[in-house]
């Protein structure tokens, strides 16, 4: 699993017109991405990280403060644009393998008493974002 952490002062996801998750306080938003041979392991570690990386103001974590994080599936996060002009997407999980890798990865921070909004898996997604810092990092599992 691949996830971007940017550390934000607001952001909001909309499909179609409409707001459908958000958050309105300093906090993360993830975008999270799953490869074909990814499990509950790496579902585990990229939750954990992004509960526990001490990345918001202070050098505090999501879970010092309480702060929320957006999640939003993003399966460009496996680009391979090593050749030629158009990226190959084979190294992301097909849908129906990714989608419940990144639902896991909601209901492990939701585990972890993290408050979490979420983008629509697989819509064209407005992603809207106000990067504090900026502040953007990579994560690998």
Same mark, same amino acid.
């Given at each position: 699993?691949?996830?971007? #952490?940017?550390?934000?002062?607001?952001? +909001?996801?909309?499909? &179609?017109?409409?707001?459908?998750?958000? %958050? &309105?306080?300093?906090?993360?938003?993830? #975008?999270?991405?799953?490869?074909?041979?990814?499990?509950?392991?790496?579902?585990?570690?990229?939750?954990?990280? %992004?509960?526990?990386?001490? %990345?918001?103001?202070?050098?505090?974590?999501?879970? =010092?403060?309480?702060?929320?994080?957006?999640?939003? +599936?993003?399966?460009?996060?496996?680009? &391979?644009?090593?050749?030629?002009?158009?990226? +190959?997407?084979?190294?992301?999980?097909?849908?129906?393998?990714?989608?419940? #890798?990144?639902?896991?990865?909601?209901?492990? #921070?939701?585990?972890?008493?993290?408050?979490?909004?979420?983008?629509?898996?697989?819509?064209?997604?407005?992603?809207?974002?106000?990067? =504090?810092?900026?502040?953007?990092?990579?994560?690998?599992?």
């Amino acid at each position: 699993m691949r996830a971007v #952490l940017q550390r934000v002062t607001r952001a +909001s996801v909309t499909v &179609d017109g409409e707001v459908v998750g958000s %958050i &309105d306080r300093p906090g993360l938003v993830a #975008l999270v991405a799953a490869t074909h041979d990814d499990g509950p392991e790496q579902v585990e570690l990229i939750a954990r990280k %992004i509960a526990d990386l001490r %990345i918001l103001r202070d050098e505090t974590s999501v879970l =010092d403060v309480g702060a929320p994080v957006l999640v939003v +599936s993003q399966f460009t996060l496996y680009a &391979d644009t090593r050749k030629g002009r158009r990226p +190959s997407w084979n190294g992301a999980a097909p849908g129906p393998v990714a989608e419940p #890798l990144v639902d896991a990865v909601v209901e492990a #921070l939701r585990a972890k008493g993290v408050e979490v909004a979420t983008g629509v898996f697989g819509a064209y997604m407005q992603v809207e974002l106000v990067n =504090d810092g900026p502040f953007t990092i990579l994560l690998e599992a």
